[in-house]
């Protein structure tokens, strides 16, 4: 079986529970977007099937885990380890507890990392021409991990909301998610 393993970006994270924990949807399914593999040369048009990642849904996910870009040392781009990962309709979600001492785990929590992008394999795909552009449908993938990126490939992909959490001993600030909770509060007051 020949493997082909890729890179795409997704959207924005959501942060859950206690704010240390991120969810998001990874893969977009049934959703076109075109791509390339050779830096921008040559491009196609690709989308993942529903249930593309069943099986690695069945196993949990515990191998993947939330970086920081994909490339560079493991060790600094670490950010997190996945907790969970399950199927729906639009597509595969993956929840991602947060490393503390990661220095942008406070911005993850903040809303602030907003970008997904997954690395997989690519184990059974179909492809056809349609008007002269080649469209290629991801059917059986595995998920190597995911990395936080300012530039999405797919919308919608990524954190989707964002949760409370509870700053102990001062915590840190987060201006940008303070600032929202006040307007927010403004327009809530006036209604």
């Not at 099937?49 to 690695?56: E, S």
């Not at 949990?60 to 969970?84: E, T």
């Not at 949760?163 to 915590?171: F, K």
Request: with cysteine; glycine share 14%.
């Amino acid at each position: 079986m020949t493997e082909l393993l890729i890179n795409r970006a997704t959207g924005p994270l959501e942060t859950v529970g206690d704010g240390w924990t991120v969810d998001g949807l990874v893969v977009p399914y049934e959703r076109e977007q075109e791509v390339s593999d050779d830096g921008g040369a040559t491009t196609y048009v690709e989308s993942f099937a529903g249930g593309a990642f069943a099986r690695d849904v069945v196993k949990g996910g515990r191998w993947v885990n939330l970086m920081i870009g994909h490339a560079g040392d493991d060790g600094d781009r670490y950010l997190g380890r996945c907790v969970g990962l399950h199927e729906e309709r639009a597509g595969l979600r993956a929840s991602f507890r947060l490393d503390r001492s990661n220095p942008s785990a406070e911005a993850a929590r903040a809303g602030e990392l907003t970008g997904w992008s997954v690395s997989a394999r690519v184990y059974r795909s179909r492809s056809t021409i349609r008007n002269g552009v080649r469209y290629v449908v991801r059917e059986v993938a595995g998920i190597s991990h995911v990395a936080a990126t300012p530039r999405p490939q797919y919308a919608g992909a990524g954190v989707t909301v964002a949760r409370d959490h509870e700053l102990i001993d001062g915590g840190t600030a987060t201006p940008r998610r303070d600032e929202l909770r006040a307007y927010l509060d403004g327009l809530t007051r006036r209604a």
